[in-house]
């Protein structure tokens, strides 16, 4: 009997919501809730060499809190995608597989993309793509309640992933490149795995 997990959709999602992910063998992205702030729906967490650094997509002014997700459209009044690819060429230009992952990576920090939704899940099929996930994607039709997920053998794994709550899922500890600084720092972006244990990162 296959696996059916939901999850919501994030910026360069964090380690743990990738090691979730790859235990569906269908995985449902919720497509139809409202903007939640301070998530990592427009954020993620990256090693600097002065620690955990913050990546923020800006957005356009407005009520986001109570917008249908993929409504939520990206602000570019500054130029926050050169000065993202800039940090993340300075954090890992270093890291064993930056090299191998730098254009395709560098592809999301120049397409000028209008909804928030649309860059994240572009995100998520580069991934899997670059990765072999093997689940079976899907998008919501409709939110789906808790109780409709239940009925229907879905594992709802929404709000089981937050910056100040422990990982939903055991993670495994890989080189980093300030290690030796700051020791390993657990559950940092995808990004952070991608470029120092590259392709191995679905293996265990």
Known sequence: MSREILLELFYWPPVSW???????????IEANEHYQKGSYRHRCYIAGPNGILRLS?????GKHRQMPIR?????YDTPWQRIQWRTLRSAYGSAPFFEYYADAVRTFFEKRYVFLFDLNF???????????????IRLTEHYMTTLEAQLRGITDARGCIHRKKQPAVPLISYPQVFEDRF?????LSVLDLLFCYGPYMLRN
């Open 122 to 136: 572009e995100i998520l099929l580069f991934l899997w793509q670059a990765l072999g996930g093997r689940a079976e």
């Open 57 to 61: 997509v800006p957005l356009r002014k």
């Open 18 to 28: 990738l090691a979730l992910a790859r235990c569906a063998d269908i995985l449902w």
């Open 183 to 187: 020791g390993f720092l657990s559950d």
């Open 71 to 75: 409504d939520v459209r990206i602000a």
